[in-house]
């Protein structure tokens, strides 16, 4: 199978490329840091078929898709790269414009810029898998994380329109929303995380519900019962649920 992972260099992304190292799989990493890319390639390369490493900032879309024209074929492609501004500024801090931009450009807007290419691959193909890493935080904002969750609330609603237009092609198009998972990403949150996931273990689990087909994998599933508990709560109580947790 042929991967194409995105954010490699780091986190989750990085433990899909270890994971992935199999004598079958063919990896394509791609991120902006070449010199952890180049480390993880020199750590994996004997453990698969191929490593191949691409160089770029999801953000630098002109560059970005001109490096992926040069996939010819793929199997599947990850798309993983995300940001967060963190918490720990909590509601003293309005985020700027800039901020805001360049979160949705990483966390969602990459995303297009990378399918844009790929998509008519895959159409060709008649096959192809493309997985979205989304975020419990979608279905859940918090005043601290508003502009993160919007991002990936965005980033769902992208993703179920892709499959439905793509499922006659027979593209699978999954989903997956997980709850805090130990990375550079969750390392800016300085709270206490409820539930918290250890690296491997958790990407083990999406890599199952990917081998699944899962159009939509949440977990862990005590996290996501509160929070649909939460939502089915009258909004009064849920803002001053809220609003104590400040």
Request: aromatic residues 8%; glycine residues 4%.
């Amino acid at each position: 199978m042929k991967i194409l992972i995105t954010g490699a260099s780091s986190g989750i992304g990085e433990e899909f490329a270890r994971q992935y190292a199999q004598e079958e799989n063919e990896l394509i990493l791609l991120a902006r840091r070449e010199e952890k890319l180049s480390s993880l390639k020199k750590e994996l390369y004997a453990q698969c078929k191929s490593v191949e490493v691409i160089v770029a900032d999801v953000t630098d879309f002109e560059t970005l898709q001109e490096k992926l024209k040069s996939i010819s074929s793929l199997d599947m492609v990850i798309l993983n790269a995300g940001i967060s501004l963190g918490h720990s500024s909590g509601l003293e801090h309005i985020p700027s414009i800039e901020e805001f931009e360049k979160l949705y450009r990483v966390n969602v807007l990459s995303a297009h810029a990378i399918l844009e290419v790929l998509l008519p691959l895959f159409k060709t193909q008649k096959s192809g898998k493309i997985v979205f890493i989304s975020s419990l935080a979608s279905l859940f904002s918090m005043p601290s994380s508003k502009i993160y969750s919007s991002s990936k609330r965005a980033l769902n609603a992208y993703a179920e329109g892709v499959r439905y237009k793509y499922n006659s092609y027979g593209i699978k198009v999954i989903n997956i929303l997980p709850g805090f998972i130990k990375s550079e990403l969750t390392d800016k949150n300085e709270f206490n995380m409820p539930l918290i996931l250890e690296t491997k273990p958790a990407v083990k689990k999406i890599i199952n519900a990917i081998s699944k087909n899962k159009r939509e994998y949440i977990f862990p599933l005590r996290f996501y019962l509160i929070i649909r508990l939460l939502n089915l709560l009258p909004s009064f109580l849920r803002e001053k649920i809220v609003n104590s947790l400040k």
